[in-house]
């Protein structure tokens, strides 16, 4: 568990000091724009993060958006890269809870597992497909004191290694199988959608999204999002309220506060009224 507990505190280590000194308030984000391409099997860049496409010998310009992070100002910090931190440290905390708790059953396991892995793929997201809105967004920079408040807003997401640490009870078969799937078709929903939509809009441009992920849902993230921390609800302990409290918080920043805005500035496109009669919500609308 020591091993664990020591490769936790490595990973969380190299996520935080990939971000540039994070705690530095007067400086954005040093994240370099990918701009060298992806290289193709004629060792010839076929795709271009900015500025040109080039395959089989044409090339044209881009007219995508350039969601490069821009610097932030001195005194602030974006809710993406606080998230980055917070996130940063999910799997040396779920670690630390079952070495505190000295649990190391199948429940705190898997727990510590899929709790750990949504923080690091988090980090990694956020180098390869971030939502520039929580970096660039004059909305999402905070000074001190309302960084502070955010991070102690998403600090429930705590109390689920918690909760599973302390749990001592036998996790059934039947709990372990749900837990498992959700997890995972949550978050195939949740990551893809959000790539699919960064890489879009970068190469597109604006517009409705109405394709993949987006043909039958309009906020397929959400979904997926839904249905992993359904399951880490059923790994902290099914019949513990307290573990629920997560999904409410969820729900609150999402269903309540996030969708109606992201819908209002969504309806702007034309086609937006078509798009809704054929999609759910959250759920997918197949008939």
Not at 195 to 212: D, E, H, N
């Amino acid at each position: 568990m020591l091993t664990m507990l020591r490769i936790s505190m490595i990973v969380a280590m190299v996520a935080v000091a990939a971000n540039a000194s994070p705690w530095s308030f007067a400086t954005g984000s040093s994240q370099p724009s990918l701009k060298r391409g992806i290289v193709g099997l004629e060792g010839k860049p076929w795709i271009s993060n900015r500025v040109m496409f080039v395959r089989g010998g044409e090339s044209r310009r881009n007219k995508g958006i350039d969601l490069s992070k821009v610097d932030v100002p001195a005194g602030k910090m974006s809710v993406g890269r606080m998230l980055e931190i917070h996130k940063a440290l999910w799997l040396p905390v779920a670690a630390a809870m079952m070495y505190f708790f000295d649990n190391y059953s199948t429940r705190a396991s898997l727990m510590t597992g899929f709790f750990g892995a949504y923080g690091v793929l988090w980090v990694i997201k956020s180098y390869t497909f971030w939502d520039s809105k929580m970096y660039n967004s004059p909305d999402a920079h905070y000074g001190l004191a309302g960084t502070l408040f955010n991070t102690v807003m998403v600090g429930n997401y705590f109390l689920y290694p918690y909760l599973a640490a302390k749990n001592t009870d036998p996790l059934k078969p039947v709990a372990a199988f749900a837990a498992s799937f959700l997890f995972t078709v949550g978050g195939f929903l949740h990551y893809g959608a959000d790539a699919q939509k960064f890489f879009t809009l970068q190469s597109r441009g604006s517009g409705l999204i109405t394709v993949g992920f987006f043909s039958k849902i309009r906020h397929p993230s959400y979904l997926g999002e839904f249905l992993m921390w359904i399951a880490l609800s059923v790994l902290a302990g099914v019949e513990n309220p307290i573990s629920w409290i997560p999904v409410a918080y969820l729900f609150l920043v999402t269903m309540i506060i996030g969708v109606p805005v992201k819908e209002k500035s969504l309806a702007r496109y034309p086609e937006y009224e078509e798009w809704k009669e054929n999609t759910g919500r959250i759920l997918p609308k197949m008939f």
